[in-house]
């Protein structure tokens, strides 16, 4: 599954009507409610907020028409952000009529160009679970292993006393691999970390 990076607002202009839509990043219903109330709060004269969100991958679906006509707005704005495979994510397109009538066909176009083109602008995650461990190491090794090891590590902790302690996630490496390379460090095994991964 495919995670938004952050929340993120865009707005197209569609036969005179406004059409604003808003992507948060959501973990529970409590978050999109708390949005939808802000939503309604910041936009109080518009006439539809429709809105489909995902949550725990695809566990948790709804998609709400507010209004418009069954399955012109909640629905494509939903296959739109399955189509994108993402996950905890709410999207909210704020509507102003602007005084000419879209039809079924027109309306889900709408939606769906809202949401497509708001999603042409953000950035987007992978989460993958990585090992993480404490690696002890004497201070003679310590530029070495950093070089040799750049970009098979992130450093996320350092303490520097009689020797050097790391806190490191390990990227495309294992414990085998650094204990073979470096004979001289200590591993620890700290269990398993989430790490973000942008997108490009």
Same mark, same amino acid.
């Given at each position: 599954?495919? =995670?938004?990076?952050?929340?993120?607002?865009?707005?197209?202009?569609?036969?005179?009507?406004?059409?604003?839509? %808003?992507?948060?990043?959501?973990?529970?219903?409590?978050?999109?409610? #708390?949005?939808?109330?802000?939503?309604?709060?910041?936009? +109080?004269?518009? %006439?539809?907020?429709?809105?489909?969100?995902?949550i725990r991958d695809g566990r948790e679906v709804k998609a709400s028409d507010d209004g418009e006509p069954a399955k012109t707005a909640g629905v494509p704005i939903l296959e739109v952000l399955k189509h994108h495979d993402l996950t905890d994510v709410l999207c909210v397109v704020t509507r102003y009529f602007g005084g000419i009538k879209l039809g079924a066909g027109g309306l889900i176009r709408a939606y769906t160009n809202s949401v497509s083109h708001a999603l042409s602008e953000t950035d987007f995650l992978l989460k993958e679970k990585r090992s993480i461990a404490e690696i002890e190491l004497p201070y003679? &090794? =310590?530029? #070495?292993?950093?070089?040799?090891?750049?970009?098979?590590?992130?450093?996320?902790?350092?303490?520097?006393?009689?020797?050097?302690? &790391? #806190?490191?996630? &390990? %990227?495309?490496?294992?414990?085998?691999?650094? +204990?073979? +390379?470096?004979?001289?460090? +200590?591993l620890t095994d700290l269990g398993e970390t989430i790490v973000d991964i942008p997108l490009e």
């Open positions: 599954m495919i =995670y938004l990076a952050k929340s993120t607002q865009s707005e197209l202009i569609i036969d005179k009507s406004r059409f604003i839509t %808003n992507l948060y990043v959501v973990t529970q219903i409590d978050d999109v409610h #708390t949005y939808l109330k802000d939503i309604r709060k910041i936009h +109080k004269d518009a %006439n539809h907020y429709c809105y489909a969100y995902i003679a &090794l =310590y530029d #070495t292993f950093s070089y040799q090891l750049k970009d098979h590590i992130t450093i996320i902790d350092q303490q520097f006393a009689v020797d050097i302690k &790391l #806190t490191v996630i &390990l %990227n495309g490496i294992t414990y085998a691999e650094i +204990k073979d +390379k470096f004979h001289k460090v +200590k």
